[in-house]
């Protein structure tokens, strides 16, 4: 059985830091993409970050570029989000997300939410002004 925990979720002020973590299990990781995306109240859920751990690529949306950082804990089967410099518009529930590298690479490596095969069950940030 495929399971994406997610964990890290909260509130906190502009500018400050939050780490986002998906634990994962059940399924082959050098054969999927993990990744992050969210959905803030009334938008459509969007592609945050991903890597693949296989050859350490990774991906970022223009709006999270220098603020987010994705890494892979192989030994703990573990995907990590930092996220610094915090912004209102950050604000959303954020899912832990797999892709199958095959999908991943039929779709010109572009993180969207159409090739997700399994879905973490979210946690909330909530950045305040």
């Known amino acids: 059985e495929v399971q994406l925990v997610e964990s890290g979720g909260g509130l906190v002020q502009a500018g400050g830091s939050l780490s986002l973590s998906c634990a994962a299990s059940?399924?082959?990781?050098?054969?999927?993409?993990v990744g992050w995306f969210r959905q803030a109240p009334g938008k459509e859920r969007e592609g945050v970050s991903c890597?693949?751990?296989?050859?350490?690529?990774?991906y970022y949306a223009d709006s999270v570029k220098g603020r987010f950082t994705i890494a892979s804990d192989n030994a703990k089967n573990t995907m990590v989000l930092q996220m610094n410099n915090l912004k209102p518009e950050d604000t959303a529930v954020y899912y832990c997300?797999?892709?199958?590298?095959?999908?991943?690479?039929?779709?010109?490596?572009?993180?969207?939410?159409?090739?997700?095969?399994?879905w973490g069950k979210g946690t909330l940030v909530t950045v305040s002004s």
């Open positions: 997300a797999t892709v199958p590298v095959r999908r991943w690479i039929y779709y010109g490596r572009n993180w969207r939410v159409g090739a997700v095969n399994y």
């Open positions: 059940g399924f082959t990781f050098d054969d999927h993409v």
């Open positions: 890597i693949w751990r296989s050859d350490g690529s990774t």
